[in-house]
């Protein structure tokens, strides 16, 4: 079994019962959620919008490869209305409201560099939206 931590946020909708459904899916979909921080009220980072975000960080223990994991991830975010974040001209992403985000922060001890996987998440030491929650499940 593989360790996976993972980072969800919401400013769209009622929020926190999106988050609840994400981890949910995740639950079911992935593996085991063996651990979930508490909710937290945030700004939205990177875009501004009047809609303030709802965040959360998850441990899940699954027999999934990373690639499946995000697949799967991915799939859940459309299922539940997600669009996709659009690239300006010059390969910058734009960031807008979301129904649902989930991220991959941390898979095991693993290094990933691939254009659409790249664990550990590279800007999560960046945000506190980020790692207030993790460090709170963190082991």
Not at 29 to 47: H, I, K, M, Y
């Amino acid at each position: 079994m593989h360790t996976v931590y993972f980072s969800l946020g919401s400013n769209l909708g009622d929020k926190e019962a999106n988050i609840r459904t994400a981890i949910e899916k995740i639950n079911e979909l992935v593996g085991v959620v063996v651990r979930q921080s508490a909710l937290l009220v945030t700004q939205p980072w990177g875009f501004e919008s009047e809609h303030l975000f709802v965040n959360a960080a998850i441990c899940c223990e699954t027999d999934k490869t990373p690639r499946e994991v995000l697949q799967i991830t991915q799939q859940i975010e459309r299922d539940m209305g997600r669009r996709k974040n659009t690239r300006t001209s010059t390969g910058r992403r734009t960031y807008k409201d979301r129904i649902i985000d989930i991220d991959i922060l941390i898979y095991d001890d693993l290094t990933i560099n691939e254009p659409d996987l790249k664990i550990p998440h590279p800007l999560m030491y960046q945000r506190d939206f980020v790692m207030i929650p993790l460090n709170e499940i963190l082991l």
